[in-house]
């Protein structure tokens, strides 16, 4: 049977959006991808600050990715894409250890209370189940009261603003790679090795994956339209086409023709009017905000589930630095509490690159925030003013900057509230009535996941695609579950 061709509306261009219109595009289907943001990207964007190409915070690529995936994508960036050495280091009970956690350094200069005591909870980590699904349960059961009560604490109170008693264990499950003593050891053996401390980076930043997958999915045929904001989504049904409806936008924020789409000639292939017909809707768009786009709407339970679907965001705050280097590390995590920022990156640190101009760095401070807050209204003058007596308190190098730059993200980290499974599970019944959508990647599905599962979910996607253009929801479902067992690599 002849395969048929069809029409496919692609709503986010990061990395997941891209790939699944660039493979769909190849595949012979008529794709149109549209973001409302100025580039591609998303948060795995690349921009430029201070002459220097960095990153929407601190990203790597696994060599846990799919070797189909990374040979595809070592195709479309040669050797640009570089195998580099981590080099990280972790601020803990005041005391600063190599990350990846590395045993030597562990037994040299881990606080002597803190190895105690992860020692003892080893010991008897038989004698504690968990008393309640939580995230303050499950690490507390798995790793000990000691890990539990000073690293997590702390940390999840940071990142996420509320307490580890008040999210699910599901967090646990995904954001903590190892759930007992044991494997904390198996980690370190594999973490020892050269093998286990790299990660893959591009020369031009991280965005030069989604640039890449762009040029890509250009050249195989898909238009991408950029700076077009989803506005409306007729769902459609099994019998009727889906319908998503679009405005562009100038700088100004005025509404512009759909005449400017980026194909290989350049022109939008629709240009007469503001809204698509589509065969299938792939979104990668927080699942929440599709649904309140939605007309006709969901059922009352799902857009009240939807409401109940929040994040947490970052801060980003670029220093640049009128200096060759900061110092040797890519990052410094930072979980205290008495830390603004969660993790400080250095981009140029990440790659070996002769682009990047001499004299002068940048450093990236990821400051978690609530949209809205006290840190989030903050100006740039004071957050830069207390990074800068956060990292002398520590004994990091001082910081002049010579420029300040701020970037916020509204949408970084899912919080996970007890019971979250629940309202996503009534959006997943509402979507299930309309077959030619389908959500995945990080927002999409409402997860904590690496770069290199998404690219895995929108492959997932483009592969279920039968020979007669429709869906075969089947096979996406035993994907779905698949995507479960994602836990997140830092």
Partial sequence: ??????????????????????????????????????????????????????????????PSTDPVILQRLRGLLGEALQTRPRN?????????????????????????????????????????????????????????????????????????????????????RRRVSASSPQDIVRRLVRGSRPAGRTFLYPRRGFGQISEALAEAAVAAGADIRLEAEVVSLDPGSADRHARVGFALRDTDGSELPVDGGLGRDGVGRDGTGTSLE???????????ELATRSAPPPPAVALAAADRLVYRGLVLVYLVLDQAQWTEFDAHYLPGEDQLAARVSEPRNYRDSTADPAGVTVLCAEVPATVGDDTWTANDADLAARLAEDFARIGLPPVRPAEVRTVRLPNVYPVYRPGFEWDLAALEWWLADHPRVVTFGRQGLFVPDNTHHALAMADAAVGTIRPDGTFNHPAWSAARNQFRNHVVED
Wanted: proline share 5%; no cysteine.
């Fill in 88 to 172: 990280g280091r972790i601020h803990l009970a005041g005391n600063w250890l190599g990350f990846p956690l590395r045993t030597g350094d562990l037994l040299r200069n881990t606080p002597r209370a803190f190895a105690l005591g992860a020692v003892r909870d080893a010991i008897t980590g038989s004698f504690r189940p968990p008393r309640a699904d939580t995230f303050a349960e499950v690490v507390r059961s798995g790793l000990g009261p000691t890990v539990a009560t000073e690293f997590y604490g702390p940390y999840i109170r940071k990142i996420w603003g509320v307490d580890f008693n008040e999210l699910s264990g599901e967090l646990a």
């Fill in 278 to 288: 589509a065969d299938l809707v792939w979104s990668t768009a927080p699942v929440g």
């Fill in 1 to 62: 049977m002849d395969q048929q061709r069809a029409r496919i509306v692609v709503v986010g261009a990061g990395p997941a959006g891209l790939w699944a219109g660039w493979q769909a595009a190849v595949a012979g289907h008529q794709v149109t991808i549209v973001d409302r943001a100025k580039h591609v990207g998303g948060m795995a964007a690349s921009i430029d600050v201070g002459g220097l190409r960095v990153d929407l915070g601190s990203h790597r690529l696994h």
